[in-house]
C-alpha cells in the first residue's frame, strides 16, 4: 500500500507536468510561428522479485515539438514573412545566431531588418550584378543608393522627309570640328529638322543634346546628324557629327553607329562615349525597318531612349519566393540587395527553445545547414504573410480532459491506499 502511494504520486507529477504543456500551447495560440508540443511518457520500473517485474510509476520521458506547419495569413506588409515548407529564417543579437519561424520584421532606427525583441534577420548581400556574398551577416537597408549611370547609348526612331532638299546653309557646319565651341546657335537655314534628348553625366546631372538632320546635296538618300550639347559653364558645344544613309524604298542601310560620339559636359563630370543607334540597317543584317526612315512623311521623332540616369534614393522594396529584397529607387531603378538565408537541421525535434520564438541548435539537432530558399529542402518564401501557431485547440482541449481524468484516477489509488491504511492501524483494535 505504501508503494502505490509513491506509484499514484508519480503519476501526478507527470500528469502535472503534461497539463502545463497542454496549458502553454494554449496560452501561445496566437503567438507568431509557435510551434506546439506533447509529452511523452515512460514507465518506471521499482524492482524485479524473480520473474515479477514490479512498476514504480511513471515519468515524462519527453517533449517533442509538433513541427508540423502552421496556418498563413496574408498581411499585405512587405516585410512581414512566412515560410511555406521547411527550414527556419536565421536572426543573430550581435553574439550568437538563433533560428524562428517568426517572420514579423521590422525596420530598426538603424535600417537593420529585425524581430520586434531586436535580433537582426540574417542574409547575403547582393553586388551590382547580383553576386552573392560570401559572408553570412545582418540585412541594412539604411543608406542604400542607386549610383547614377552615365548615358553610353541612345536608342532613336525618326523619320526623315524624303521630299526634302538640302539646306541652303548647310555649309555653316564645317566651320567646326568635334569640340569646338560654337559661336551660336545653328540658323535655321542650316538644318532640316532637330529634336533634343536627355543624357545623363558621370555625376547623375541631366543635360540636353540637340541632333540637327541636314540632308546631303551631293549624295541621294544621305543625311548628316550633328550633335551640340551645353557644357557646365553654359557653352554651347559641337560634338561631332555622323551619317545616315537610305535604301531607295526609304529603309535605313547604315547609321554608321560603330562610331561613338564623345561629349564632355564639364563640371566634375567624366567625359564619356555616346553611342547613337537608329536602327538596325540593311548593311548591318537587318531590316531596315525597325528603327529610323526616309519616307515621304513629316519629319517625326519616335522613340527616344538612352541607358543613362540620375542617382537614387530607397523608396520601396519587395521580397520574392527565393528569398531575394529587390530595392526600387527614386530613380526608376530597380536594385537586388540582399538575399535571405533559411537554416535546416537533421534533427529539428531536438532543437532547444530559448524563448522570444527563438531556437538554438544543440548536439541531438545537429548543426544548421543554412542556404537559399527553394533549394536543399527548404520552403519558399511568402511576403507580406505570416505564419500562426500550429495549436488546434480542439486536441488540447480533448488531451486536457483526458490528463485531468489521469490525475483524478491518480489521486484517487492515494485516497484510497490511504483507506486501506486506516484500516491496518484500526485492526489492533
Given amino acids: 500500500m505504501l508503494k502505490s502511494l509513491?506509484?499514484?504520486?508519480?503519476?501526478?507529477?507527470a500528469t502535472s507536468l503534461a497539463m502545463g504543456t497542454i496549458g502553454n500551447n494554449i496560452a501561445n495560440?496566437?503567438?507568431?510561428?509557435?510551434?506546439?508540443?506533447?509529452?511523452?511518457?515512460?514507465?518506471?520500473?521499482?524492482?524485479?522479485?524473480?520473474?515479477?517485474?514490479?512498476?514504480?510509476?511513471?515519468?515524462?520521458?519527453?517533449?517533442?515539438?509538433?513541427?508540423?506547419?502552421?496556418?498563413?495569413?496574408?498581411?499585405?506588409?512587405?516585410?512581414?514573412l512566412a515560410i511555406d515548407g521547411n527550414g527556419f529564417f536565421i536572426v543573430n543579437d550581435n553574439e550568437a545566431n538563433y533560428y524562428t519561424r517568426a517572420g514579423?520584421?521590422?525596420?530598426?532606427?538603424?535600417g537593420y531588418?529585425?524581430?520586434?525583441?531586436?535580433?537582426?534577420?540574417?542574409?547575403?548581400?547582393?553586388?551590382?550584378?547580383?553576386?552573392?556574398?560570401s559572408t553570412l551577416g545582418?540585412?541594412?537597408?539604411?543608406?542604400?543608393?542607386?549610383?547614377?549611370?552615365?548615358?553610353?547609348n541612345v536608342n532613336l526612331k525618326v523619320n526623315l522627309d524624303a521630299r526634302e532638299s538640302a539646306p541652303s546653309n548647310a555649309t555653316w557646319w564645317s566651320s567646326y570640328a568635334a569640340g569646338d565651341t560654337l559661336t551660336s546657335s545653328p540658323p535655321s537655314d542650316?538644318?532640316?529638322?532637330?529634336?533634343?534628348?536627355?543624357?545623363?553625366?558621370?555625376l547623375g546631372n541631366d543635360h540636353a543634346v540637340s541632333i540637327y538632320f541636314v540632308k546631303d546635296s551631293t549624295t541621294d538618300n544621305t543625311w548628316a546628324a550633328h550633335y551640340v550639347y551645353t557644357n557646365a559653364d553654359g557653352d554651347l558645344v559641337y560634338a561631332g557629327s555622323q551619317n545616315l544613309s537610305f535604301n531607295s524604298d526609304g529603309s535605313l542601310y547604315d547609321d554608321n553607329s560603330s562610331s561613338a560620339i564623345t561629349i564632355d559636359f564639364g563640371g566634375g563630370a567624366a567625359s564619356q562615349n555616346v553611342t547613337f543607334d537608329y536602327g538596325t540597317g540593311t548593311n548591318e543584317g537587318g531590316t531596315g525597318l525597325d528603327g529610323s526612315t526616309q519616307f515621304s512623311l513629316p519629319f517625326s521623332t519616335n522613340f527616344l531612349g538612352q541607358n543613362g540616369y540620375p542617382g537614387g534614393d530607397l523608396v520601396n522594396i519587395s521580397i520574392d519566393s527565393d528569398g531575394v529584397i529587390d530595392g526600387l529607387f527614386s530613380n526608376g531603378q530597380v536594385k537586388r540587395l540582399y538575399q535571405i538565408a533559411l537554416a535546416n537541421f537533421a534533427s529539428p525535434w531536438n532543437l532547444s527553445k530559448v524563448g522570444d520564438n527563438l531556437y538554438n541548435s544543440t548536439t541531438a539537432?545537429?548543426?544548421?545547414?543554412?542556404?537559399v530558399p527553394n533549394t536543399g529542402g527548404r520552403g519558399?518564401?511568402?511576403?507580406?504573410?505570416?505564419?500562426?501557431?500550429?495549436?488546434?485547440?480542439?486536441?488540447?482541449?480533448?488531451?486536457?480532459?483526458?490528463?485531468?481524468?489521469?490525475?483524478?484516477?491518480?489521486?484517487?489509488?492515494?485516497?484510497?491506499s490511504d483507506e486501506m491504511l486506516t484500516e491496518l492501524v484500526n485492526l489492533k483494535r
Fill in 6 to 13: 509513491f506509484t499514484s504520486l508519480s503519476g501526478l507529477g
Fill in 29 to 80: 495560440v496566437n503567438t507568431i510561428g509557435f510551434k506546439g508540443s506533447r509529452n511523452t511518457f515512460a514507465d518506471l520500473l521499482a524492482s524485479s522479485i524473480g520473474n515479477l517485474s514490479i512498476g514504480g510509476g511513471v515519468r515524462v520521458s519527453s517533449t517533442i515539438p509538433n513541427l508540423m506547419q502552421g496556418s498563413i495569413i496574408t498581411t499585405g506588409i512587405t516585410t512581414d
Fill in 104 to 110: 514579423n520584421f521590422i525596420l530598426d532606427k538603424d
Fill in 113 to 133: 531588418l529585425v524581430t520586434p525583441e531586436g535580433y537582426k534577420l540574417q542574409g547575403w548581400e547582393l553586388s551590382d550584378t547580383g553576386t552573392i556574398s
Fill in 138 to 152: 545582418a540585412i541594412n537597408l539604411a543608406n542604400v543608393v542607386s549610383k547614377a549611370q552615365a548615358t553610353t
Fill in 190 to 202: 542650316a538644318f532640316n529638322y532637330s529634336t533634343t534628348l536627355t543624357v545623363y553625366d558621370s
Fill in 365 to 371: 539537432s545537429g548543426q544548421a545547414v543554412v542556404g
Fill in 380 to 416: 519558399k518564401i511568402l511576403s507580406g504573410s505570416l505564419e500562426m501557431a500550429n495549436v488546434d485547440l480542439a486536441t488540447e482541449f480533448t488531451n486536457m480532459i483526458l490528463i485531468q481524468r489521469a490525475f483524478q484516477a491518480n489521486a484517487r489509488v492515494i485516497t484510497t
